[in-house]
């Protein structure tokens, strides 16, 4: 196996050839009281490279729990997720947390900010509590600030920031160490929707490479976004259809944020083409899945 799994801010030429995501066969269930709850029934899911993505799916649908195996921040029963070429399972506990804290960033539709530190604290925080130089993270955080309209911000407390600002300081926190890969689960729920519309027009700034200098490869990052909406997917260049913890398809959409007409028609195909044929096509017996 490479090993490739320095902790810092490098993408190694030879792992620009791997998919950012590669997930085969993944399973996951929970257990809840003497019940057993399958939320991945054998999930697959390649994503060669930068651009702007959604997973979609209705509440219970697995998308939290697929993105957690993604982020690493739990592990499939059954399958194997690469991300960047590296298997997660092959990974240390301390690996673990590196590739957590360095390679991905994560955001949520609770902002998760410390309400007694200013915007720019925030998002030095991981880097300060990596020890990262103080002047370093300043100039980053003053950057990233900048690049997400919140010039002028930087002082504020949470409290003192609209949610739309304070879903854009959780951004720059996830972008601080200049992740290939950013994961966002929900990440307007708790916005009004000229504020989601804002927020999703910047991921896909981001994902060009247009907003941040410095992100992801050179043509770009990969940002994966978790949603039920389709005004959210809309933005996105290719949505992939979770329904029942197993993938029902994916498709690419017209690219553009006003066509959420045609990007809903597309989802509601894929979801009833599905539910006609029950979970028999999914399962028939004598088609074992390769
Ligand atoms: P989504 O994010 O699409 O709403 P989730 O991934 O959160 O879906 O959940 C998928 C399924 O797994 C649901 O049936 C949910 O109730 C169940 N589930 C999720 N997390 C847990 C948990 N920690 N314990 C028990 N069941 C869970
Ligand atoms: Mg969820």
Known sequence: MPAHSEPNNSHPSHTLHDPVIRVVGAHKHY??????????????????GPGFYAIMGASGSG???????????????????????QNLATMSEKDLTLFRRRRIGIVFQQFNLIPTLTAAEN???????AGDDPATLRARSTELLAALGLNGRSAHRPDAL?????????????????????LADEPTGNLDSASSKRLWALLAQI??????????????????????????AAYCKRVFVLMDGMMRGHFDTPGDPEAVGIVASQYQHLVSAHAHNGHAAAHSPGHPVA
Do not use: C, Y
């Open 162 to 182: 609209s949610g739309g600002e304070q879903q854009r300081v959780a951004i720059a926190r996830a972008l601080l160490f200049k992740p290939r890969l950013l």
């Open 123 to 129: 998002v030095e925080l991981p880097g300060m509590l």
């Open 31 to 48: 257990r809840l009281g003497d019940r057993d709850v399958r939320a991945l029934a054998g999930i697959d899911l390649t994503i060669q």
């Open 207 to 232: 994902a060009q490479g247009q907003a941040v200098a410095g992100n992801g490869d050179s043509e770009g990052m990969t940002i994966v976004m978790v949603t039920h909406e389709p005004a959210a």
């Open 63 to 85: 998308k939290s729990t697929l993105l957690h195996l993604l982020s690493a921040l739990d592990k499939p029963d059954q399958g194997e997720v690469r991300i960047s070429g």
